[in-house]
């Protein structure tokens, strides 16, 4: 428990002392908590609030998919800011994930649109979660760090920094998760929208995409970041889809 207690003051201190006059005020650091977006809401939304654990439990990603946590191997940080158009935030957040990822362990990473992290070969480092209530946004983002193995369900999708050739300490990355965002928050929408098509892994490809109720298949034409896609479907008429109700079920091979 003292060791416990030790670390969190640690990364307190690191987190506090990388936020000094940016947007993040407050730093919270928890030795195990199910999930830093509920943590966040259990100590009372304030803007400018950094919550971090040392272990998360059971997070959660986007439409309420689970998030597998792996014990103190992954990395899990939610940060309350001003409300803010939902699809400016997916992307802010992503364009963070990704400059922090890449800053805190010299791997290149691509964006699966919204807000996926994916290692060159198309496994999953991290995810981004962008949650609105009141006058916030709640954002998380988790990123595998150290794992080392995977479920069968997930061997052939996930990967982690540790498996690419990196060995980061998740408080470095949490620092450079921490000045990433705040440098996001400050960007432009074209900025963003730039940076993250240098990054897109989806254009060009096939793919299942989730609207609504509906399932369209096709080719990934056209990526406006903010706004949606537009599929190039079977019977090869061009769809439009936003992106309040797009999800990616499944995607596939690159055009050559």
């Known amino acids: 428990m003292m060791d416990e207690a030790a670390d969190c003051e640690f990364w307190r201190a690191r987190l506090h002392g990388a936020a000094a006059n940016g947007i993040v005020r407050d730093v919270i650091v928890l030795p195990q908590t199910a999930s830093t977006q509920d943590a966040a809401r259990q100590h009372g939304l304030r803007s400018g609030v950094m919550v971090a654990t040392l272990e998360q439990t059971a997070g959660r990603g986007r439409f309420g998919r689970r998030w597998r946590d792996s014990g103190r191997d992954g990395l899990a940080v939610t940060f309350v800011l001003p409300r803010d158009r939902p699809q400016r935030w997916a992307i802010a957040a992503a364009v963070a994930a990704a400059n922090a990822i890449e800053a805190a362990s010299n791997i290149t990473v691509g964006i699966k649109w919204p807000n996926d992290i994916l290692a060159p070969d198309g496994r999953k480092i991290a995810g981004?979660?962008?949650?609105?209530?009141?006058?916030?946004?709640?954002?998380?983002?988790?990123?595998?760090?150290?794992?080392?193995?995977?479920?069968?369900?997930?061997?052939?999708?996930?990967?982690?920094?540790?498996?690419?050739?990196?060995?980061?300490?998740?408080?470095?990355?949490?620092?450079?998760?921490?000045?990433?965002?705040?440098?996001?928050?400050?960007?432009?929408?074209?900025?963003l929208?730039?940076?993250?098509?240098?990054?897109?892994?989806?254009?060009?490809?096939?793919?299942?995409?989730?609207?609504?109720?509906?399932?369209?298949?096709?080719?990934?034409?056209?990526?406006?970041?903010?706004?949606?896609?537009?599929v190039r479907d079977s019977s090869g008429c061009e769809v439009w889809i936003d992106a309040e109700i797009a999800s990616i079920e499944r995607w596939g091979s690159q055009v050559r």
């Open 128 to 191: 981004v979660l962008v949650e609105q209530t009141g006058g916030f946004a709640v954002i998380g983002i988790g990123v595998n760090v150290h794992q080392q193995d995977w479920p069968p369900d997930l061997a052939d999708r996930a990967v982690s920094l540790l498996q690419l050739g990196a060995n980061p300490e998740r408080i470095d990355l949490a620092v450079a998760l921490l000045k990433s965002v705040a440098s996001a928050h400050s960007r432009t929408d074209q900025e």
């Open 193 to 230: 929208q730039d940076d993250f098509m240098l990054r897109d892994m989806l254009t060009g490809r096939l793919g299942l995409i989730r609207s609504g109720g509906d399932i369209i298949r096709g080719r990934i034409q056209r990526i406006e970041p903010m706004r949606g896609l537009s």
